[in-house]
């Protein structure tokens, strides 16, 4: 794939963002304007590798074809490109911005160079697609006289809607917030997803007959809910897409301060006020910041803080710092953990003159200030050995904070939709639907994604959303065409 010698010719460029400076003056996307030719030359390096470990199980969740569309790219065949692109991926305007991109973690090239710029070529051609008008909405043929309920529009959900409803089936979307979208919408900030390229693949469904119901919690009926029995019984199979909604907290002194938020709580609100909603209720601006907890999450809340004009920036990481290079027990394919600087951390660092990350590090509590309010954590320093935390004796320190963002990860999907139908649970209180079959132990009820999986990645919910509309579809019709 791409040209024979490509790989050897020419050196990983990967497209730029817009300067870290400039880009924390406003709330716009962080990517700069694609270059076609940058683009051509980077899917030359594409090796014709034999076995494309970039579309196996460590690598890309939907099986994207990677090579193929490297390849056309190289070529010129933009149209081509964004056809096999669409063949796996329903939404690769989202993936194309926001997946870590395990894909290039698995790049055979990746052995012994650096691999392939396989997301920025994702989102160009997606973009390529659009910007061309070649991304339109295709109403299925006919329809089956069947309908399916989907509880959760985030990208589980969405991508279950698109496939079931191009099987012709009658699809209704069901949304406790008021815009669809789930995380892509309230999940993940403007400057790295803008919510209009949500909106406009929303659009496209509706244009397709897909039908969405906002501000319309499911549950057991009470305080204006619908009843998931009631919704069970109303269509001819039901699909929980709810993900995961259980942050994970901090149980320590002086917890109920005021001041000291979730980060999903964060993200929603100031996504809100960026889409002009309200002003925000939890603001950075002139305040001294610390995150506790990395992760895509805890960046965001970093590139956040810093567009409120944060006064101050920390960020705490429990885990010691991560090498520069694969360590010998995470050997490719399997995805590097290795040492990276996210965009918020690079724009730390041209704000405040340093990466805001502090490692190895644990807080035992927080306390307040004059006002009451959270003015600051007390920590430890840790250290690990043969897997067990241990705390550094002599090592307590105090940092000053009056804005705290726990960004530590989720429990789990809430319960309130899946009570009421009896659903069983794992032991991580995971909706339990076995991979591949996605159906749960009630009659034509079925989950897919993050409460089913626990949390993941948005490329793993549209491999789900995909999957269980398969299984739907089958179900519904004794046999399905569905990939």
């Not at 985030?154 to 789930?182: C, F, K, M, W």
């Not at 900030?189 to 469904?205: A, F, H, Q, T, Y």
């Not at 057991?220 to 069970?232: K, T, W």
């Amino acid at each position: 794939m791409g040209k024979v010698t490509g790989f050897k010719e020419f050196a990983r460029q990967a497209a730029p963002y817009r300067d870290p400076v400039e880009r924390i003056l406003d709330f716009d996307e962080i990517y700069t304007p694609h270059v076609d030719s940058r683009l051509q030359t980077q899917g030359a390096r594409c090796m014709d590798c034999g076995v494309p470990f970039c579309q196996s199980d460590d690598g890309c969740p939907v099986y994207n074809l990677i090579p193929e569309w490297n390849d056309l790219v190289y070529q010129g065949r933009w149209r081509a490109a964004l056809d096999r692109l669409h063949k796996t991926n329903n939404f690769p305007e989202f993936t194309g911005r926001v997946c870590p991109a395990p894909c290039e973690g698995s790049c055979v090239l990746g052995i012994a160079d650096p691999p392939v710029t396989i997301k920025n070529i994702e989102m160009a051609i997606a973009d390529r697609g659009f910007s061309e008008g070649w991304v339109r909405a295709e109403p299925p043929p006919a329809r089956t006289g069947k309908r399916v309920a989907v509880v959760g529009s985030g990208p589980a959900g969405l991508a279950a809607a698109a496939q079931l409803n191009s099987a012709g089936h009658r699809v209704t979307v069901y949304e406790r917030a008021d815009r669809i979208g789930g995380l892509l919408m309230y999940g993940i900030p403007n400057m790295k997803l803008d919510k209009n390229i949500v909106e406009r693949r929303v659009g496209l469904l509706r244009e397709e007959g897909v039908e969405f119901i906002t501000n319309t919690a499911v549950a057991d009926g009470s305080d204006g809910s619908i009843d998931s029995r009631e919704l069970r019984a109303q269509f001819d199979a039901l699909l929980l897409a709810t993900g995961t909604t259980q942050p994970r907290d901090l149980p320590v002194g002086g917890r109920e301060l005021t001041g000291i938020h979730f980060a999903m709580d964060y993200l929603t609100d100031s996504i809100q006020a960026v889409l002009g909603d309200h002003s925000p209720a939890i603001s950075a601006t002139g305040r001294d910041v610390l995150v506790i907890g990395g992760g895509d999450t805890g960046t965001d809340c970093i590139g956040t803080s810093l567009r409120q004009s944060c006064r101050s920036l920390v960020n705490f990481e429990l885990l010691p710092r991560l090498p520069e290079e694969r360590a010998p027990d995470n050997p490719w394919p399997t995805w590097p953990l290795i040492f990276r600087v996210e965009y918020g951390h690079e724009e730390s660092a041209a704000r405040f003159g340093h990466d805001p990350r502090v490692y190895a590090i644990s807080a035992e509590g927080f306390y307040a200030g004059a006002d009451g309010a959270v003015a600051g954590v007390r920590t430890v320093d840790v250290i690990f050995r043969r897997g067990r935390m241990h705390k550094v004796v002599g090592s307590q320190r105090e940092w000053s904070a009056d804005l705290i963002l726990l960004s530590m990860g989720f429990l789990g999907p809430e319960h309130a939709s899946s009570d009421p139908l009896g659903i069983a649970y794992d032991r991580q209180s995971n909706y339990a639907a076995e991979f591949g079959s996605y159906a749960t132990n009630v009659e034509g009820v079925f989950a897919a994604g993050d409460c089913r999986r626990g949390q993941s990645l948005v490329v793993w919910a549209i491999r789900e959303g995909r999957e269980a509309a398969r299984e739907i579809d089958r179900y519904l019709m004794g046999a399905t065409r569905l990939p």
